[in-house]
């Protein structure tokens, strides 16, 4: 049972730490995500600076040879390890780091793609977007060139997210990992701590089932000391004063035996039903000794009227009875009969009969 509950308990914390766990994984994921892309936005923002200064210069407004313009872009993207486009003022691609010569067309129109527009209206353009041509997601910054403040062209750069997405899925794993194993970790503690204390609680439970059979007498001194020791201590308080009691009532018991056995009266009792609970043994003989009296009425044991008119009497709130009565088969005898009630403050009220 106790493991039973255990998993119920365990499964509980299971699935509230995996639900603190994936948000935790989650927000930390975010904010590596967020740092990484900031530092990525930075680095390819100084790269693409230092790109359209470097090549300002051999930037033609009108350019004759375009595969100069694609040459060049091939070499920064070399160097640099970044997509590297080269685009007319117009919208039309000169060169493409990406692209082989043959792919280049300059029929293309650039223009309109969200970089550009940024860069020609605010000076810097800068989106993280879907790439076609490279079919993954990437990020793309663009910047104007100019040759006396008339624009001349655009170079862009763009770098690939699979760094940062890598980074944020590596950290993920991590967590998930390190979750797993402080869970396992959990998990075998519990169940050891779980077993290191049940012991104590199954000696302690099956000494009280011995108790609670009549075995009063139980080692619960020699129980180890522990977080228990208290309730063994408790436990056998409860069993010597149990014994004491018990003594006691043996002793009551006994005493009264002996008094009602040297009683030359009968004595009968009966409980709040008018059901007969005791016969002392001096009445069971002038009855005949094996007659069966438990939890009969008066009437069917002494085949009178009158003696069960008085015990109702009594039961029904009279305070005393008294009749004259002849008892015996073989040898009948005269008894002056006295009733009165049994009061007791634990028991139902009975009456007591006295022959």
């Given amino acids: 049972m106790w493991l039973r509950r255990y998993w119920k308990y365990f499964g509980l914390f299971v699935f509230c730490a995996g639900v603190i766990i994936a948000l935790v994984s989650s927000q930390v994921s975010s904010n590596l995500r967020t740092l990484l892309l900031d530092q990525l936005k930075e680095g390819l ?18 350019p004759k040879d375009p595969d100069q313009l694609d040459r060049l872009a091939r070499e920064i993207g070399r160097n640099t390890g970044e997509r590297v486009s080269i685009i007319s003022a117009d919208g039309r691609l000169l060169g493409d780091s990406a692209r082989e010569p043959k792919q280049l067309d ?11 527009i940024m860069a020609r209206e605010k000076g810097y353009g800068e989106i993280l ?32 997210l699979k760094a940062v997405e890598e980074a944020v899925r590596v950290l993920r794993r991590n967590v998930i990992l390190l979750a797993g194993l402080v869970g396992l970790s959990g998990l075998l503690f519990g169940v050891f701590l779980l077993w290191w204390m049940s012991q104590p609680l199954k000696e302690l439970t099956t000494m009280a089932e011995q108790m609670a059979a009549g075995h009063l007498k139980q080692p619960l001194h020699l129980f180890p000391q522990s977080e228990f020791t208290p309730l063994a201590l408790s436990l056998e308080k409860m069993s010597r004063d149990q014994r004491g009691k018990l003594d006691l009532l043996d002793a009551e018991t006994s005493r009264l035996r002996a008094i009602l056995l040297a009683m030359r009266e009968g004595v009968l009792v009966t409980d709040e039903k008018g059901l007969i609970t005791l016969i002392n043994p001096f009445l069971r003989n002038l009855l005949g000794g ?66």
């Fill in 45 to 62: 923002k100084k790269n693409l600076q230092h790109t359209a200064q470097s090549i300002q210069g051999t930037f033609p407004q009108f």
């Fill in 106 to 116: 300059l029929t293309d129109d650039y223009s309109h793609r969200p970089e550009i």
């Fill in 129 to 160: 977007r879907h790439s076609p041509f490279m079919n993954i997601t990437a990020l793309f910054a663009a910047l104007p060139v100019y040759r006396e403040k008339t624009l001349i062209g655009f170079v862009r750069l763009a770098r690939p």
């Fill in 290 to 355: 094996k007659i069966q009296w438990e939890k009969r009425t008066v009437q069917e044991i002494f085949m009178n009227t009158e003696l069960q008119n008085a015990v109702d009497a009594v039961l029904q709130g009279e305070s005393f009875q008294r009749l004259q009565l002849n008892l015996g088969w073989d040898s009948p005898r005269f008894f002056e009969v006295q009733i009165v009630p049994l009061i007791s403050v634990h028991l139902p009220q009975g009456v007591v009969v006295i022959f």
